[in-house]
């Protein structure tokens, strides 16, 4: 179990996009360890949100590193324009790749960073054979394509195990969980052994402001590893 701070991944699909640079630059003095991008295509998942563009555009507004969650049917067709945009890794879903082992190996030839995603449903084992190729596992705690849903707390029980599997086959891989994670929900994943929390609209939607929102977020799930 990595016994560092746990950190903080600011979703912005809840921020407001007339406002992005100076949202996420809020983000970024409040102590985010990276920017989380959602890509959907209206296929893979019942929405639309944004492409390259967007993360270019991040790209010249932070110097943090921004991740990418490709949400998208045949990821394989955009994974050098989202390199060249500026994407520092690419979260790619387990779910309907029939060669993920080829998208993992193409993303880590264009010298990025690569994440593996599992859908609620889809159980810890078919990451197996493919951990040890990955920086980091994306346990989603929501149904992908929406943000602000609610916490699917049977996903605790799976945050677990991921942990024992990484901790045995490759330490130092992040574990993120992403979906309804806010002051509540933030330190159960933490107490089931994740590292990386990805937040959206308990960041860019909190009434209290940004830093707020990610001091309280942050100092919530650290609790849980001291
Ligand atoms: C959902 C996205 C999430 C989303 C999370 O499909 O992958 O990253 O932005 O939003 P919240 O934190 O509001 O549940
Ligand atoms: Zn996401």
């Given at each position: 179990m990595d016994k560092g701070m746990v950190?903080?991944?600011?979703?912005i699909l809840a921020a407001d996009f007339a406002h992005l640079g100076k949202q996420v630059g809020e983000a970024e003095q409040a102590g985010a360890d990276r920017i989380h991008v959602d890509v959907m295509d209206g296929h893979f998942v019942p929405n639309l949100s944004m492409g390259a563009p967007i993360?270019?555009?991040l790209r010249r507004a932070t110097r943090l590193p921004l991740e990418t969650h490709l949400m998208i049917s045949d990821?394989?067709?955009?994974?050098?324009?989202?390199?060249?945009?500026?994407?520092?890794?690419?979260?790619?879903?387990?779910?309907?790749?029939?060669?993920?082992?080829?998208?993992?190996?193409?993303?880590?030839?264009?010298?990025?960073?690569?994440?593996?995603v599992i859908n609620p449903a889809t159980?810890?084992?078919?990451?197996?054979?493919?951990?040890q190729d990955v920086d980091q596992v994306l346990v989603m705690t929501v149904n992908p394509g929406f943000g602000a849903q609610h916490f699917i707390h049977t996903t605790l029980p799976k945050i677990r195990r991921v942990r024992e599997m990484i901790d045995e086959i490759k330490p130092g891989c992040d574990l993120e969980v992403d979906g309804g994670i806010d002051a509540t929900t933030a330190p159960l994943t933490?107490?089931?052994?994740?590292?990386?929390?990805?937040?959206?609209?308990a960041i860019f939607g909190a009434s209290e402001g940004v830093a707020a929102a990610m001091k309280r977020l942050g100092a919530g799930a650290n609790q849980k590893k001291m």
């Open positions: 950190k903080l991944a600011p979703s993360v270019q555009s990821p394989d067709f955009f994974l050098e324009e989202f390199v060249e945009a500026g994407s520092d890794s690419l979260l790619i879903h387990w779910e309907g790749n029939n060669n993920l082992h080829r998208t993992v190996q193409r993303v880590k030839a264009l010298g990025k960073r690569v994440g593996v159980p810890a084992s078919v990451l197996e054979e493919i951990l933490v107490d089931a052994g994740a590292n990386v929390l990805v937040a959206g609209s």
